[in-house]
């Protein structure tokens, strides 16, 4: 029996019999897996939280289920009081989750409840959205999430959610992302 050595990429685990090949592949797999690394280490500098994050924060201030989410704009207006009325694939990147948000006096259904973003983060972290010019984008617990509207591509990153007892209401916090501006 006739064995062939098979090479295999540390990256991606993909194999071949040309040694040449692979480590071409290879290489070019590990620049691109070190772009990935590098824009989320990133990302998490200036704040922005994953589905798995924002669930976690949405636990932790289980206690005020009932109340309605508002978004909060850190540092300019966009959206700025707004409610959120579901979500799909961001514009900007289409392998990360958007959060549609709706002006208070336009919706015509009650605002989002931190119960409600939390059983749609929990349904978006295994889903499968359609970008804005086609394709299928898996989300998971890892994915960032966004505000910003349907076709919209410069949205606010997602940073926080916290409890205001003036109003009373769940800000859910964001700002714009510095490569925007
Ligand atoms: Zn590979």
Redo the contacts with the bound molecule.
Sequence with gaps: MKTVQMFV?D??Q?TSEDEENMLK??AW?LKVQKQIDEERAQRAAWGQLTIGQLLEKCKELEAYSDWPVVVADQIGEQYHRCQISGAYSYRGNYSELSLNPVASCQSKNPAFSLRGLSSLLKEAANSTYTGWKGGDFRMDKDTFVWISEVGVSGGLMVTGLRVVNDYPEIQLVGRSCPRDR
């Design positions: 990429c990256v991606c993909e592949h290879e797999c």
